[in-house]
């Protein structure tokens, strides 16, 4: 009895073989592995019967109208495959005669590499994971005022359990961007997840590692602000959060079009278009769940979530600084005091808009209020950071010059409060200045120096200069008349005409 002939094997079996050969591994082991014949292998390695194999696979009468080879081009650019479906037989509301999933089914037939990925369950609110898309070629807008096109950045974020997506377009990837962003995104979900996952950029993570990784100071503060746990991923591993990765590439195929028919004059205008289409998006129903992110989100996660804080976290810069001897260090041409047990040390400065801190180790050592961008040469003196010698000095040596100043007249006084007692400056500032003003009533006079701080002071003259009153002083006696001398008789005088007697 002759033995009927074996089921012809599909694509996946035939590559599988093929696969295995190319390894080196013999027929037997093939055949053992895959669960075959020995014979099956030796067939399939073969090109004629593979190809036979091939092309008695089942094929859909309307797949042959279909350009394949130029689908599969597309998807290999990063073309969604849905997107090309609803080109050739749907649209976004009605589909046509062939559904999704027969084109899909037809494709994967004809090229059946399917990467496989472990699944991970999420529990709802515990995580979100966010990052920037890499490549976004045609994003941006036009500045009106130069007709340049200016490129921009897609940041998004997603909350793990119901996948809800947040997007936002930035010019930058820089911390700023980075962190209002995520702020923005804990907004439009209305709370705060427990942890959130990033990469190892240089805004999030200061020294990468696989198990130990160093957070930016930056973040770990905002993370702090906002109570969540910041997560630094594996570098060099983006599966590690795999569902951002997949959702910007998802989001971006499917609104490329769409931007690309625009023309932005904004960046403002950029995101009130992604915000009126992200609604679309996330209330769009996911085939695999049968539910749109949105529903999915009011129905089991939206109460998980943390409680956003009262108030918004205000994003600093952070920069290192070596405290002075005087137990000060400089930052941006303005000098800021720093208890006097870190002087000589290497610390770290936080700049906010309106404040900053220095930081030893991460525990706060000093806050001040900051000086604006315009102003150069001021001091911000807290006098408890000063060693008890130099307090005594600020209050001993200043005292002395101003009762000095008291003693020459009320202008002068005036004028030495205005350079020793202002809040804006450092009392040391000017404190040689003071010194020397006073001791102008020794090298001149009195009066004199009255005279010209009076003078100094109906003029208006804010912090006046030495060399100011001094010559205020000279031109004041060089232009004041000058009195008649008479000589007294003098029997020790001989007079110019002395020499005379002797010759005579």
Known sequence: MRRAKGKVKGP???????????????????????????????????????????????????????????????????????NLWEEHFGDEVTPKHVPYVSFWREFKRRYPNIPIDFHKDHPPGERCEVDFKGETHGLGYTDPATGVFVACRMFGSILCFSQLLFIRITEDEKQASFLSSVARGYEY??????????????????????????????FFKFANHYDTAPLAMRPKKPKDKNL?????????????????????????????????????????????????????????????LLKLPEAKYSTGSWKKAKVHPDCHVQVDHNFYSIPHKYVGQQIDIRMSVNSLEAFSALDRIAIHAKYGPNTRGRYKTDKTHLPAAHQALIEQTPQNI????????????????????????????????????????????????????TTILSLHIALPKLRDIEGII?????????????????????????????LN
């Not at 278009?273 to 049968?290: S, W």
């Open 12 to 82: 996946r079996m035939i590559h599988e073989i093929q696969r295995l050969s190319r390894l080196g591994i013999s027929q037997r082991k093939i055949a053992n592995a895959l669960d075959v014949s020995r014979n099956t292998v030796k067939k399939y390695l073969t090109g004629s019967e593979s190809l036979a194999a091939v092309d008695k696979r089942y094929s859909a009468p309307w797949s042959g109208e279909i350009d394949w080879p130029a689908i599969q081009f597309e998807t290999e650019k990063g073309e969604s495959l849905y």
């Open 189 to 218: 979900f209305g709370g705060v997840p427990h942890t959130t996952a990033v990469d190892n950029a240089k805004a999030q993570v200061s020294r990468a590692h696989r198990y130990d990784a160093d957070i930016n100071p930056e």
């Open 244 to 304: 951002i990765e997949n959702a910007l590439g998802v989001f971006w195929r499917w609104i490329r079009r769409k931007i690309r028919k625009r023309n932005f004059r904004s960046l403002g205008e950029i995101n009130v278009f992604i915000l009126e289409q992200l609604a679309i998006f996330n209330n769009r129903p996911q085939r695999k769940y049968g539910t749109s992110r949105r529903e999915k989100f009011e129905a089991h996660e939206k109460t998980l």
């Open 402 to 453: 101003i009762d000095q100043a008291e003693q020459v007249g009320p202008a002068t006084l005036e004028v030495i409060e205005s350079l020793l007692i202002s809040p804006s400056h450092h009392p040391f500032t000017y404190l040689r200045r003071a010194l020397g003003i006073v001791r102008l009533a020794k090298r001149h006079s009195t009066s004199g120096l009255e005279e010209a701080c």
């Open 474 to 502: 000279k031109f004041n006696y060089s232009h004041q008349p000058r009195k008649s001398i008479t000589r007294q008789p003098n029997e020790n005088l001989r007079g110019q005409d002395s020499w005379r007697d002797k």
